[in-house]
């Protein structure tokens, strides 16, 4: 029924936007020979912060503190 599906749809429609858009990373420069905890900082970004951003991530868009 309906009833179970368009709420399945829904949540797994959320799930996949926020988890991707918070494991994507930026392209750093691979040639620098940094720790891995230096690389991860520079190739990690938060997304811009909002009322409706905090609320739709659960306040994963702060993925560097995360």
Same mark, same amino acid.
């Given at each position: 029924?309906? #009833? @179970?599906? @368009?709420? $399945?749809? &829904?949540? !797994? %429609? =959320?799930?996949? /936007? @926020?988890?991707?858009?918070?494991?994507?990373?930026?392209?750093? +420069?691979? +040639? $620098? *020979?940094?720790? /891995?905890? !230096? %690389?991860? &900082?520079?190739?990690? #970004?938060?997304? *811009?912060? !909002? @009322?409706? *951003? +905090? =609320?739709? %991530?659960?306040? &994963? *868009?702060?993925?560097?503190?995360?």
């Amino acid at each position: 029924s309906s #009833c @179970v599906y @368009v709420p $399945r749809y &829904l949540e !797994s %429609t =959320w799930f996949i /936007w @926020v988890s991707q858009m918070n494991h994507i990373p930026m392209d750093i +420069d691979y +040639d $620098r *020979n940094e720790d /891995w905890v !230096s %690389t991860q &900082l520079h190739a990690t #970004c938060n997304v *811009n912060q !909002s @009322v409706f *951003n +905090d =609320w739709f %991530t659960g306040h &994963l *868009n702060f993925q560097i503190e995360h």
